[in-house]
């Protein structure tokens, strides 16, 4: 038996590489997705992107884009590309924010020594929603 095969296969820290350790965020390189919750799997009109967030995390992107908008009556807050119906009555997609960030989490809880850039666009007012809603009930 080598000393190797003593070793638990652990992941590698920082993204993983030992090397981004000790660096600020601002000088790491992400590779990321553009609207991330906009994709096929996701069922949206005209995606942005064919595989959902979670894969896209699970393929190593770190750097996440997001947008949030109010899509009205029962729906509300909600993730989508700026809005949730074409002419008032045609759906384009949205994913409920709850789940999203709750799958993030979910992802970091799974690879604590991973960093996630998460950018949002916020449109129509919905920052305070998105917070307090949102982010701030996510255990």
Known sequence: ??????????????????????????????????????????GFQAPNNLLGLEDALDAGIRAIQL????????????????????????????????????NIKAFLDDNPREVIVIDLQVSDGTLDALYYDVLDTIP
Request: with cysteine; aromatic share 6%; net charge negative.
């Open 67 to 102: 947008d949030s908008c109010d899509c009205g009556g029962s729906l509300g807050l909600q993730m989508c590309h700026g809005e949730c119906y074409f002419l008032g009555f045609i759906a384009l997609g949205h994913r409920d924010p709850r789940t999203t960030f709750a």
């Open 1 to 42: 038996m080598t000393s190797s095969a003593l070793v638990p296969d652990l992941p590698l820290p920082c993204n993983g590489s030992p090397a981004l350790c000790n660096l600020p965020v601002t000088s790491v390189l992400f590779p990321g997705v553009h609207n991330a919750m906009s994709s096929e799997a996701d």
